[in-house]
């Protein structure tokens, strides 16, 4: 997905230049698997790759983004249901980040 920063930065990171588009690639996938009634499994993946062109495209450097997630859950009765869980993600970027 191609789009102007007029329309995607200014409410993300207030940076606005005419001259300057995101290109924006996603994917993700998510699969089921009900063991039995009762039981589930559940895992979901999604990754993202956004770059910059253009005039601003020092001060937006483009990052890539990645996360796992996998879920077991089980209801034993009308009332009662267990549930664990786990998630991961990964931050990638060229731009080193601000120490506070």
Do not use: C
Request: glycine share 8%.
């Amino acid at each position: 997905m191609d789009q102007s920063t007029l329309l995607t930065e200014l409410l993300e990171t207030g940076i606005v230049s005419a001259d300057t588009h995101r290109r924006m690639s996603q994917a993700g996938a998510n699969w089921i698997w009900n063991q039995t009634e009762r039981r589930a499994l559940i895992t979901q993946f999604s990754w993202v790759d956004v770059k910059y062109y253009g005039g601003a495209e020092s001060e937006l450097p483009g990052y890539k983004y990645s996360s796992l997630s996998t879920e077991s859950g089980s209801t034993s009765t009308n009332v009662a249901a267990s549930h664990v869980s786990a998630y991961g993600s990964i931050l990638q970027s060229q731009t080193r980040g601000i120490r506070a």
